[in-house]
């Protein structure tokens, strides 16, 4: 598929997948006879991904590292899951941090709302 379709399916800009491939975080894009990029679902599920972790934070730095692990096969599967697991605690320390700013927001609302009755 073209790049157009590829964008469309993993939710990032044009521009995104051309930065991200000069950056070397897309391995294996096939070439059209016209030169025109051309994306398997694979290239898509891994697009896919990378908006992900960037959408919840990762550094890129790190999607840079875990490109290339991704790039040198599956004996790096258990560096890549440390990362992915690295990442999941910081998510998860977000989440409870974000909670604890609804719960204390939610305290001043009904502040709030006491004043104003």
């Known amino acids: 598929m073209r790049i157009a379709e590829a964008a469309s399916r993993s ?20 070439r059209g006879p016209d030169g025109q990029r051309r994306f398997s679902s694979e290239n898509v599920d891994w697009l896919t991904l990378l908006y992900w972790l960037r959408e919840t934070g990762m550094p890129m730095k790190v999607m840079q590292r875990f490109a290339a692990l991704y790039a040198q096969g599956d004996e790096t599967i258990p560096d890549r899951k440390d990362i992915l697991l690295d990442h999941s605690g910081l998510l998860a320390k977000r989440r409870n ?21």
């Open 11 to 30: 939710g990032l800009k044009i521009d995104t997948i051309r930065y991200y491939e000069a950056e070397g975080l897309v391995p294996n894009v096939a």
């Open 97 to 117: 941090d974000l909670d604890r700013c609804d719960e204390i927001l939610s305290r001043k609302l009904e502040i709030y709302e006491e004043y104003l009755r």
